[in-house]
Protein backbone atom coordinates (compact mmCIF):
# COMPACT_ATOMS: atom_id res chain seq x y z
CA UNK A 1 0.00 0.00 0.00
CA UNK A 2 1.12 3.35 -0.97
CA UNK A 3 0.05 5.07 2.01
CA UNK A 4 -0.27 4.04 5.93
CA UNK A 5 -3.28 3.07 8.07
CA UNK A 6 -3.18 6.07 9.92
CA UNK A 7 -3.05 7.60 6.65
CA UNK A 8 -5.97 5.65 5.38
CA UNK A 9 -8.02 6.53 8.43
CA UNK A 10 -8.01 10.13 8.12
CA UNK A 11 -8.48 10.30 4.35
CA UNK A 12 -11.24 7.53 4.37
CA UNK A 13 -13.04 9.01 7.55
CA UNK A 14 -11.05 12.91 7.35
CA UNK A 15 -12.24 14.93 10.62
CA UNK A 16 -13.35 18.31 11.01
CA UNK A 17 -14.07 18.89 7.45
CA UNK A 18 -16.18 21.60 6.55
CA UNK A 19 -16.10 25.39 6.91
CA UNK A 20 -16.77 27.80 10.33
CA UNK A 21 -19.08 30.23 9.61
CA UNK A 22 -17.56 33.64 11.17
CA UNK A 23 -14.01 31.55 11.82
CA UNK A 24 -11.86 33.89 14.02
CA UNK A 25 -8.94 32.78 11.34
CA UNK A 26 -8.97 31.52 7.65
CA UNK A 27 -5.82 30.35 5.58
CA UNK A 28 -5.48 28.83 2.27
CA UNK A 29 -2.70 27.35 0.39
CA UNK A 30 -1.41 25.80 -2.53
CA UNK A 31 -2.60 25.98 -6.26
CA UNK A 32 -4.15 24.45 -8.31
CA UNK A 33 -1.73 23.77 -11.02
CA UNK A 34 0.08 21.37 -8.61
CA UNK A 35 -3.17 19.70 -7.69
CA UNK A 36 -3.02 20.88 -4.30
CA UNK A 37 -5.53 23.49 -2.58
CA UNK A 38 -6.06 23.58 1.31
CA UNK A 39 -8.06 26.02 3.56
CA UNK A 40 -8.15 25.84 7.15
CA UNK A 41 -10.60 27.54 9.36
CA UNK A 42 -10.33 28.56 13.11
CA UNK A 43 -12.01 29.86 16.22
CA UNK A 44 -9.91 30.93 19.01
CA UNK A 45 -11.32 31.91 22.44
CA UNK A 46 -8.78 33.22 24.63
CA UNK A 47 -6.06 32.54 22.66
CA UNK A 48 -7.09 28.82 22.68
CA UNK A 49 -8.34 27.23 19.46
CA UNK A 50 -11.62 25.65 20.06
CA UNK A 51 -12.68 24.56 16.56
CA UNK A 52 -10.70 23.94 13.53
CA UNK A 53 -11.98 22.70 9.61
CA UNK A 54 -10.89 22.26 6.73
CA UNK A 55 -11.85 21.94 3.52
CA UNK A 56 -9.02 20.40 0.67
CA UNK A 57 -8.81 19.92 -3.13
CA UNK A 58 -5.98 16.95 -3.45
CA UNK A 59 -4.36 13.57 -3.07
CA UNK A 60 -5.42 11.45 -0.28
CA UNK A 61 -2.29 12.73 1.41
CA UNK A 62 -3.31 16.05 1.03
CA UNK A 63 -6.77 15.66 2.97
CA UNK A 64 -5.04 13.32 5.36
CA UNK A 65 -2.44 15.95 6.39
CA UNK A 66 -5.53 18.37 6.69
CA UNK A 67 -7.25 16.00 9.18
CA UNK A 68 -4.84 15.06 11.37
CA UNK A 69 -3.75 18.73 11.51
CA UNK A 70 -7.18 19.98 12.58
CA UNK A 71 -7.03 17.09 15.45
CA UNK A 72 -3.73 17.98 16.52
CA UNK A 73 -4.20 21.82 16.54
CA UNK A 74 -8.12 21.39 18.80
CA UNK A 75 -7.68 22.96 22.22
CA UNK A 76 -4.29 24.01 21.94
CA UNK A 77 -2.78 27.66 22.67
CA UNK A 78 -2.17 29.27 19.72
CA UNK A 79 1.23 29.30 20.90
CA UNK A 80 1.58 25.61 21.18
CA UNK A 81 -0.20 25.25 17.72
CA UNK A 82 2.55 27.40 16.41
CA UNK A 83 4.81 24.86 17.03
CA UNK A 84 3.73 22.65 14.82
CA UNK A 85 6.00 21.59 11.98
CA UNK A 86 5.44 19.48 8.69
CA UNK A 87 7.54 16.85 10.80
CA UNK A 88 4.93 16.10 13.40
CA UNK A 89 2.29 15.78 10.57
CA UNK A 90 4.41 13.00 8.92
CA UNK A 91 5.33 11.54 12.60
CA UNK A 92 1.39 11.61 13.47
CA UNK A 93 0.58 10.14 10.23
CA UNK A 94 3.09 7.47 10.69
CA UNK A 95 5.15 8.65 7.94
CA UNK A 96 4.16 9.29 4.16
CA UNK A 97 6.01 8.78 0.66
CA UNK A 98 8.76 10.90 0.01
CA UNK A 99 7.28 12.43 -3.03
CA UNK A 100 4.08 13.59 -0.72
CA UNK A 101 6.33 15.54 1.87
CA UNK A 102 5.11 18.66 0.76
CA UNK A 103 1.26 17.92 1.54
CA UNK A 104 2.47 17.77 5.48
CA UNK A 105 4.23 21.61 4.37
CA UNK A 106 1.10 22.57 3.17
CA UNK A 107 -0.97 22.29 6.43
CA UNK A 108 1.17 23.48 8.38
CA UNK A 109 1.41 26.40 6.46
CA UNK A 110 -2.43 26.91 5.77
CA UNK A 111 -2.30 26.48 9.67
CA UNK A 112 -0.10 29.43 9.89
CA UNK A 113 -1.78 31.57 7.54
CA UNK A 114 -5.05 31.31 9.45
CA UNK A 115 -3.48 32.14 12.93
CA UNK A 116 -1.41 34.90 11.03
CA UNK A 117 -4.97 36.17 9.48
CA UNK A 118 -6.53 36.20 13.21
CA UNK A 119 -3.68 37.92 14.64
CA UNK A 120 -3.68 40.66 12.19
CA UNK A 121 -7.23 41.21 12.40
CA UNK A 122 -6.80 41.58 16.32
CA UNK A 123 -3.72 43.49 15.98
CA UNK A 124 -1.75 40.29 17.86
CA UNK A 125 2.10 39.42 17.82
CA UNK A 126 2.78 36.13 18.61
CA UNK A 127 6.62 34.66 18.85
CA UNK A 128 6.01 32.06 16.55
CA UNK A 129 5.11 34.24 13.94
CA UNK A 130 7.85 36.59 13.76
CA UNK A 131 9.24 36.59 10.15
CA UNK A 132 6.18 35.29 8.98
CA UNK A 133 5.26 36.02 5.61
CA UNK A 134 1.98 34.59 4.53
CA UNK A 135 2.70 35.39 0.72
CA UNK A 136 5.72 33.88 1.28
CA UNK A 137 4.66 30.45 1.51
CA UNK A 138 6.34 28.03 -0.78
CA UNK A 139 3.57 26.63 -2.78
CA UNK A 140 5.47 24.38 -4.72
CA UNK A 141 6.30 20.43 -4.91
CA UNK B 1 -14.74 -8.27 -1.24
CA UNK B 2 -15.26 -8.58 -4.39
CA UNK B 3 -12.41 -6.84 -7.12
CA UNK B 4 -13.19 -5.13 -10.20
CA UNK B 5 -10.64 -4.86 -12.58
CA UNK B 6 -11.35 -1.80 -15.07
CA UNK B 7 -7.68 -0.82 -16.00
CA UNK B 8 -7.32 -3.09 -18.58
CA UNK B 9 -5.07 -0.17 -20.79
CA UNK B 10 -2.39 -0.75 -18.36
CA UNK B 11 -2.65 -4.60 -18.22
CA UNK B 12 -5.13 -7.88 -18.74
CA UNK B 13 -4.92 -11.04 -17.41
CA UNK B 14 -3.23 -14.03 -18.81
CA UNK B 15 -6.48 -15.95 -20.27
CA UNK B 16 -6.78 -19.73 -19.24
CA UNK B 17 -6.27 -20.94 -23.00
CA UNK B 18 -2.83 -19.02 -22.71
CA UNK B 19 -1.41 -20.09 -19.63
CA UNK B 20 -1.98 -24.02 -20.64
CA UNK B 21 -0.78 -23.32 -23.78
CA UNK B 22 2.46 -22.07 -21.93
CA UNK B 23 2.91 -24.20 -19.12
CA UNK B 24 4.81 -27.07 -21.57
CA UNK B 25 7.39 -24.94 -22.79
CA UNK B 26 8.84 -24.04 -19.01
CA UNK B 27 9.39 -28.13 -17.93
CA UNK B 28 8.72 -30.27 -20.93
CA UNK B 29 9.80 -28.55 -24.42
CA UNK B 30 12.28 -26.05 -22.65
CA UNK B 31 14.86 -26.44 -25.88
CA UNK B 32 16.76 -23.76 -27.28
CA UNK B 33 15.48 -22.81 -30.77
CA UNK B 34 19.09 -22.42 -32.20
CA UNK B 35 20.13 -25.77 -30.58
CA UNK B 36 20.53 -28.71 -33.72
CA UNK B 37 19.14 -31.24 -31.05
CA UNK B 38 15.66 -32.54 -31.56
CA UNK B 39 14.63 -30.30 -28.12
CA UNK B 40 16.42 -27.43 -30.59
CA UNK B 41 14.15 -28.51 -33.33
CA UNK B 42 10.89 -28.42 -31.70
CA UNK B 43 11.37 -25.10 -30.04
CA UNK B 44 12.01 -23.78 -33.70
CA UNK B 45 8.70 -25.25 -34.89
CA UNK B 46 7.07 -23.77 -32.36
CA UNK B 47 8.85 -20.11 -32.90
CA UNK B 48 7.53 -20.50 -36.75
CA UNK B 49 4.38 -21.54 -35.60
CA UNK B 50 4.20 -18.44 -33.46
CA UNK B 51 5.45 -15.98 -35.35
CA UNK B 52 2.60 -16.81 -38.24
CA UNK B 53 -0.10 -16.56 -35.02
CA UNK B 54 1.03 -13.07 -34.19
CA UNK B 55 1.50 -11.84 -38.01
CA UNK B 56 -2.27 -13.04 -38.71
CA UNK B 57 -3.92 -10.60 -36.44
CA UNK B 58 -2.58 -8.02 -38.31
CA UNK B 59 -2.36 -9.51 -41.55
CA UNK B 60 1.65 -9.30 -41.93
CA UNK B 61 3.85 -12.11 -43.27
CA UNK B 62 5.47 -14.17 -40.43
CA UNK B 63 9.00 -12.95 -42.14
CA UNK B 64 7.80 -9.66 -41.07
CA UNK B 65 6.83 -9.93 -37.40
CA UNK B 66 10.45 -9.10 -34.92
CA UNK B 67 9.62 -10.81 -31.33
CA UNK B 68 10.66 -7.90 -28.97
CA UNK B 69 10.86 -7.60 -24.95
CA UNK B 70 7.48 -5.43 -25.24
CA UNK B 71 6.06 -2.15 -26.61
CA UNK B 72 8.72 0.08 -25.44
CA UNK B 73 11.23 -2.22 -26.88
CA UNK B 74 9.42 -1.85 -30.08
CA UNK B 75 8.82 1.31 -29.99
CA UNK B 76 12.52 2.32 -29.15
CA UNK B 77 13.64 -0.39 -31.89
CA UNK B 78 11.66 1.31 -34.59
CA UNK B 79 12.64 5.21 -34.12
CA UNK B 80 16.25 4.86 -33.05
CA UNK B 81 16.52 2.09 -36.06
CA UNK B 82 15.23 4.06 -38.69
CA UNK B 83 16.52 7.07 -37.82
CA UNK B 84 20.01 5.57 -37.74
CA UNK B 85 19.81 3.78 -41.02
CA UNK B 86 18.21 7.25 -42.70
CA UNK B 87 20.35 9.59 -41.32
CA UNK B 88 22.17 10.90 -44.21
CA UNK B 89 18.84 11.40 -45.78
CA UNK B 90 17.72 13.72 -43.14
CA UNK B 91 17.32 14.12 -39.69
CA UNK B 92 13.85 15.43 -39.31
CA UNK B 93 11.04 13.34 -37.81
CA UNK B 94 7.78 13.72 -36.96
CA UNK B 95 5.35 12.48 -33.95
CA UNK B 96 2.54 13.86 -32.08
CA UNK B 97 2.20 15.34 -28.33
CA UNK B 98 -0.12 12.72 -27.27
CA UNK B 99 2.48 9.63 -27.84
CA UNK B 100 3.49 7.20 -25.27
CA UNK B 101 6.45 8.39 -23.24
CA UNK B 102 8.57 4.83 -25.32
CA UNK B 103 8.13 7.33 -28.22
CA UNK B 104 8.61 11.07 -26.46
CA UNK B 105 11.58 9.91 -24.36
CA UNK B 106 12.89 8.28 -27.95
CA UNK B 107 12.25 11.54 -29.73
CA UNK B 108 14.07 13.37 -27.03
CA UNK B 109 17.31 11.61 -27.42
CA UNK B 110 17.06 11.39 -30.68
CA UNK B 111 17.16 15.49 -30.57
CA UNK B 112 20.10 15.26 -28.34
CA UNK B 113 22.07 13.29 -31.09
CA UNK B 114 21.38 15.73 -33.69
CA UNK B 115 17.84 15.10 -34.80
CA UNK B 116 15.04 17.50 -35.24
CA UNK B 117 11.42 16.35 -33.77
CA UNK B 118 7.76 18.28 -34.81
CA UNK B 119 5.77 17.34 -32.45
CA UNK B 120 2.31 17.94 -33.83
CA UNK B 121 -0.61 19.24 -32.04
CA UNK B 122 -3.79 17.62 -31.33
CA UNK B 123 -7.73 19.00 -31.50
CA UNK B 124 -10.05 18.57 -28.17
CA UNK B 125 -10.51 14.81 -28.82
CA UNK B 126 -6.89 13.84 -29.30
CA UNK B 127 -6.74 13.95 -33.06
CA UNK B 128 -4.21 15.28 -35.10
CA UNK B 129 -4.45 17.50 -37.86
CA UNK B 130 -3.90 15.74 -41.40
CA UNK B 131 -2.87 19.24 -42.94
CA UNK B 132 -0.41 20.07 -40.11
CA UNK B 133 0.94 16.56 -40.92
CA UNK B 134 1.47 17.67 -44.33
CA UNK B 135 2.54 21.08 -43.63
CA UNK B 136 5.57 19.51 -41.41
CA UNK B 137 6.59 17.11 -44.01
CA UNK B 138 10.27 18.58 -44.82
CA UNK B 139 12.39 17.51 -47.62
CA UNK B 140 14.80 15.88 -45.15
CA UNK B 141 11.64 14.10 -42.97
CA UNK B 142 12.45 10.53 -42.61
CA UNK B 143 9.76 9.04 -40.65
CA UNK B 144 6.28 9.77 -39.17
CA UNK B 145 5.43 8.14 -35.72
CA UNK B 146 1.90 8.26 -34.78
CA UNK B 147 -0.03 5.91 -32.50
CA UNK B 148 -2.69 4.13 -33.48
CA UNK B 149 -4.97 4.06 -30.04
CA UNK B 150 -4.20 6.84 -27.75
CA UNK B 151 -3.85 4.95 -24.03
CA UNK B 152 -5.06 7.28 -22.27
CA UNK B 153 -8.69 9.12 -23.88
CA UNK B 154 -8.68 5.97 -26.53
CA UNK B 155 -8.76 8.58 -29.77
CA UNK B 156 -8.08 6.05 -32.41
CA UNK B 157 -6.06 8.02 -35.33
CA UNK B 158 -6.68 8.26 -38.93
CA UNK B 159 -4.04 5.69 -39.87
CA UNK B 160 -4.76 4.27 -43.07
CA UNK B 161 -4.86 8.65 -44.06
CA UNK B 162 -1.41 9.02 -42.47
CA UNK B 163 -0.43 6.20 -44.20
CA UNK B 164 -1.42 7.36 -47.70
CA UNK B 165 0.70 11.41 -47.02
CA UNK B 166 3.71 9.10 -45.72
CA UNK B 167 3.54 7.01 -48.93
CA UNK B 168 3.50 10.32 -51.10
CA UNK B 169 6.10 11.82 -49.21
CA UNK B 170 8.56 9.06 -49.10
CA UNK B 171 8.90 9.42 -45.47
CA UNK B 172 8.71 5.86 -43.61
CA UNK B 173 5.83 5.56 -41.12
CA UNK B 174 5.83 3.94 -37.44
CA UNK B 175 2.57 3.68 -35.51
CA UNK B 176 2.31 2.02 -31.72
CA UNK B 177 -0.50 -0.18 -32.02
CA UNK B 178 -0.17 -1.21 -28.52
CA UNK B 179 -3.48 -0.07 -27.52
CA UNK B 180 -4.69 -1.26 -30.72
CA UNK B 181 -3.62 -4.61 -31.61
CA UNK B 182 -7.02 -6.71 -30.55
CA UNK B 183 -9.57 -3.83 -29.99
CA UNK B 184 -9.60 -2.99 -33.85
CA UNK B 185 -9.09 -5.08 -36.76
CA UNK B 186 -5.56 -4.13 -38.01
CA UNK B 187 -4.43 -4.88 -41.56
CA UNK B 188 -1.13 -3.96 -42.44
CA UNK B 189 -1.28 -4.87 -46.15
CA UNK B 190 -4.48 -2.19 -46.55
CA UNK B 191 -2.93 0.55 -44.90
CA UNK B 192 0.80 2.28 -45.72
CA UNK B 193 2.67 1.67 -42.54
CA UNK B 194 6.31 0.34 -42.72
CA UNK B 195 7.06 -0.42 -38.88
CA UNK B 196 4.09 -1.04 -36.04
CA UNK B 197 4.37 -1.97 -32.47
CA UNK B 198 2.58 -4.67 -30.22
CA UNK B 199 2.45 -6.07 -26.92
CA UNK B 200 1.54 -9.20 -25.59
CA UNK B 201 -0.14 -8.01 -21.77
CA UNK B 202 -2.08 -5.95 -23.37
CA UNK B 203 -4.35 -8.52 -25.09
CA UNK B 204 -4.65 -10.99 -22.52
CA UNK B 205 -0.91 -12.91 -23.02
CA UNK B 206 1.87 -12.38 -20.54
CA UNK B 207 4.35 -9.31 -20.07
CA UNK B 208 7.75 -9.26 -21.72
CA UNK B 209 7.17 -9.90 -25.06
CA UNK B 210 5.86 -7.82 -28.00
CA UNK B 211 6.62 -7.69 -31.66
CA UNK B 212 7.78 -5.05 -33.94
CA UNK B 213 6.28 -5.32 -37.42
CA UNK B 214 8.93 -4.77 -40.34
CA UNK B 215 7.37 -4.38 -43.82
CA UNK B 216 9.34 -6.17 -46.37
CA UNK B 217 12.09 -4.13 -47.79
CA UNK B 218 11.82 -1.35 -44.87
CA UNK B 219 15.83 -1.50 -43.57
CA UNK B 220 16.82 -1.60 -39.69
CA UNK B 221 19.45 -2.17 -38.15
CA UNK B 222 20.12 -4.43 -34.45
CA UNK B 223 18.67 -3.31 -31.19
CA UNK B 224 20.75 -6.29 -29.42
CA UNK B 225 24.06 -7.33 -30.66
CA UNK B 226 24.63 -11.39 -29.84
CA UNK B 227 23.70 -14.15 -31.71
CA UNK B 228 21.69 -14.97 -34.61
CA UNK B 229 17.85 -15.21 -33.47
CA UNK B 230 15.49 -12.97 -35.34
CA UNK B 231 17.67 -12.89 -38.61
CA UNK B 232 20.26 -11.45 -36.55
CA UNK B 233 18.57 -8.34 -35.95
CA UNK B 234 17.52 -8.77 -32.36
CA UNK B 235 20.15 -11.46 -31.03
CA UNK B 236 19.47 -13.09 -27.52
CA UNK B 237 17.51 -16.76 -26.83
CA UNK B 238 13.94 -16.79 -27.77
CA UNK B 239 11.37 -16.60 -24.46
CA UNK B 240 9.44 -19.24 -26.08
CA UNK B 241 6.47 -19.77 -23.56
CA UNK B 242 5.98 -16.23 -23.60
CA UNK B 243 6.59 -16.17 -27.51
CA UNK B 244 3.70 -19.07 -27.29
CA UNK B 245 1.63 -17.07 -24.65
CA UNK B 246 1.72 -14.37 -26.98
CA UNK B 247 0.99 -16.11 -30.21
CA UNK B 248 -1.97 -17.87 -28.26
CA UNK B 249 -3.62 -14.70 -27.58
CA UNK B 250 -2.98 -12.77 -30.68
CA UNK B 251 -4.98 -16.42 -32.18
CA UNK B 252 -7.96 -15.79 -29.37
CA UNK B 253 -7.64 -11.83 -29.88
CA UNK B 254 -8.35 -12.29 -33.74
CA UNK B 255 -11.11 -14.91 -33.36
CA UNK B 256 -12.85 -13.36 -31.12
CA UNK B 257 -12.92 -9.54 -32.47
CA UNK B 258 -16.24 -8.61 -33.51
CA UNK B 259 -17.72 -10.30 -30.36
CA UNK B 260 -15.06 -8.38 -28.40
CA UNK B 261 -15.68 -5.39 -29.60
CA UNK B 262 -19.28 -5.28 -29.97
CA UNK B 263 -19.28 -6.55 -25.59
CA UNK B 264 -17.07 -3.93 -25.09
CA UNK B 265 -18.40 -1.06 -26.99
CA UNK B 266 -21.90 -1.57 -24.88
CA UNK B 267 -20.48 -1.40 -21.97
CA UNK B 268 -18.43 1.51 -22.72
CA UNK B 269 -21.67 3.87 -24.38
CA UNK B 270 -23.48 2.31 -20.78
CA UNK B 271 -20.87 4.01 -18.61
CA UNK B 272 -20.06 6.70 -19.95
CA UNK B 273 -23.82 7.80 -20.82
CA UNK B 274 -25.07 6.63 -16.79
CA UNK B 275 -22.17 8.84 -15.27
CA UNK B 276 -22.61 11.70 -17.60
CA UNK B 277 -26.78 11.69 -16.70
CA UNK B 278 -26.03 11.30 -13.16
CA UNK B 279 -23.39 13.68 -12.14
CA UNK B 280 -22.72 17.20 -12.89
CA UNK B 281 -19.77 19.10 -13.93
CA UNK B 282 -18.21 15.87 -15.99
CA UNK B 283 -16.47 15.98 -19.11
CA UNK B 284 -16.17 12.88 -21.00
CA UNK B 285 -12.40 13.20 -22.61
CA UNK B 286 -11.52 11.80 -25.78
CA UNK B 287 -13.91 11.40 -28.41
CA UNK B 288 -17.23 10.05 -29.20
CA UNK B 289 -16.80 8.09 -32.55
CA UNK B 290 -13.15 6.72 -33.52
CA UNK B 291 -12.53 5.63 -29.90
CA UNK B 292 -11.22 2.63 -27.97
CA UNK B 293 -14.30 0.22 -27.57
CA UNK B 294 -12.99 -0.41 -23.96
CA UNK B 295 -12.18 3.64 -23.04
CA UNK B 296 -13.73 5.90 -20.85
CA UNK B 297 -12.38 8.84 -19.78
CA UNK B 298 -13.92 11.23 -17.33
CA UNK B 299 -12.75 14.35 -15.82
CA UNK B 300 -14.62 15.65 -12.24
CA UNK B 301 -14.57 18.89 -12.02
CA UNK B 302 -13.40 20.21 -8.35
CA UNK B 303 -11.75 17.13 -7.21
CA UNK B 304 -8.40 15.46 -7.65
CA UNK B 305 -7.74 11.80 -9.28
CA UNK B 306 -5.69 10.59 -6.58
CA UNK B 307 -8.28 10.56 -4.19
CA UNK B 308 -10.61 9.18 -6.28
CA UNK B 309 -8.95 6.34 -7.16
CA UNK B 310 -8.22 5.90 -3.26
CA UNK B 311 -12.05 5.81 -2.68
CA UNK B 312 -12.96 3.62 -5.49
CA UNK B 313 -9.81 1.10 -4.30
CA UNK B 314 -11.46 0.84 -1.12
CA UNK B 315 -14.74 -0.35 -2.88
CA UNK B 316 -12.45 -2.67 -5.01
CA UNK B 317 -12.49 -0.60 -8.42
CA UNK B 318 -9.25 -0.54 -9.81
CA UNK B 319 -8.95 2.34 -12.30
CA UNK B 320 -6.45 5.07 -13.20
CA UNK B 321 -5.92 8.67 -13.56
CA UNK B 322 -3.67 11.33 -15.22
CA UNK B 323 -3.50 13.51 -12.43
CA UNK B 324 0.13 14.81 -11.41
CA UNK B 325 0.04 13.04 -7.95
CA UNK B 326 -0.62 9.47 -9.44
CA UNK B 327 2.40 9.76 -11.32
CA UNK B 328 4.43 11.51 -8.59
CA UNK B 329 5.10 14.41 -11.29
CA UNK B 330 4.81 18.23 -11.30
CA UNK B 331 2.24 18.24 -14.12
CA UNK B 332 -1.02 16.76 -15.37
CA UNK B 333 -0.70 14.30 -17.86
CA UNK B 334 0.63 15.32 -21.28
CA UNK B 335 -2.38 13.64 -23.05
CA UNK B 336 -5.09 15.63 -21.31
CA UNK B 337 -3.20 18.81 -21.09
CA UNK B 338 -2.52 18.77 -25.04
CA UNK B 339 -6.21 18.22 -25.70
CA UNK B 340 -6.56 21.82 -24.02
CA UNK B 341 -7.97 20.14 -20.43
CA UNK B 342 -7.09 23.49 -17.68
CA UNK B 343 -5.02 22.08 -15.15
CA UNK B 344 -8.11 21.98 -12.34
CA UNK B 345 -9.90 19.46 -14.28
CA UNK B 346 -7.16 17.39 -15.51
CA UNK B 347 -6.13 16.84 -12.05
CA UNK B 348 -10.18 15.44 -11.84
CA UNK B 349 -9.51 12.85 -14.06
CA UNK B 350 -10.11 9.37 -14.46
CA UNK B 351 -9.64 6.46 -16.30
CA UNK B 352 -11.70 3.63 -16.49
CA UNK B 353 -10.55 0.86 -18.91
CA UNK B 354 -13.15 -2.06 -19.38
CA UNK B 355 -12.09 -5.77 -20.80
CA UNK B 356 -13.09 -9.06 -21.62
CA UNK B 357 -14.18 -9.70 -18.19
CA UNK B 358 -15.99 -7.02 -17.24
CA UNK B 359 -19.84 -7.27 -16.56
CA UNK B 360 -22.93 -5.02 -17.10
CA UNK B 361 -23.16 -5.26 -12.88
CA UNK B 362 -19.73 -3.98 -12.46
CA UNK B 363 -20.71 -0.87 -14.84
CA UNK B 364 -23.80 0.10 -12.07
CA UNK B 365 -21.70 -0.78 -9.25
CA UNK B 366 -18.80 2.05 -10.41
CA UNK B 367 -21.64 4.38 -11.10
CA UNK B 368 -23.50 3.89 -7.75
CA UNK B 369 -20.03 4.15 -6.08
CA UNK B 370 -18.63 6.78 -8.10
CA UNK B 371 -21.75 8.73 -7.74
CA UNK B 372 -21.12 8.67 -3.66
CA UNK B 373 -17.63 9.33 -3.67
CA UNK B 374 -17.56 12.51 -6.17
CA UNK B 375 -19.86 14.13 -3.92
CA UNK B 376 -17.81 13.12 -1.10
CA UNK B 377 -14.65 14.50 -2.41
CA UNK B 378 -16.52 17.64 -3.79
CA UNK B 379 -17.91 18.01 -0.23
CA UNK B 380 -14.44 18.31 0.98
CA UNK B 381 -13.42 20.60 -1.71
CA UNK B 382 -12.78 24.22 -1.21
CA UNK B 383 -13.35 24.65 -5.12
CA UNK B 384 -16.93 23.34 -5.06
CA UNK B 385 -20.27 25.53 -3.71
CA UNK B 386 -23.02 23.06 -3.35
Redesign the interface.
Known amino acids: MLYTDIVMDHFANPRNVGEIKDADGMGEVGNIQCGDIMRIYISIENDIITDCKFKTFGCGSAIASSSITTELVKGKTIDEALELTNKDVVQQLGGLPSVKIHCSVLAEDALKVAIYDYAKKNNKTYKGLEGFDPNQVNHEH | MKRRYLDYSATTPVKKEVLEAMIPYFTETFGNASSIHTFGQIAKEVLTESRKKVANLINANENEIFFTSGGTESDNWALKSIAKVNKNKGKHIITSKIEHHAILHSCETLEKEGFEVTYLDVDEYGFISLEDLKNAIRKDTILISIMYINNEIGTIQNIKEIGIIAKENNVIFHTDAVQAAGNIEIDVKKLNVDLLSISSHKIYGPKGIGALFVKRGTRIIPFMDGGAQEKKKRAGTENIPAIVGFAKACEIAKENLDDHISKLSVLRDDLIEKVSNSIDDVKVNGPRDNRHPGNVNFAFK??????LL??LD?VGVAASSG????A?S?E?SHVLMSIGL???IA?GSLRLTIGDFTEEEDIDFIVENLIRIVQTLR?????YEA
Open positions: YIEGEALMASACTGLPGHEHDMSPL
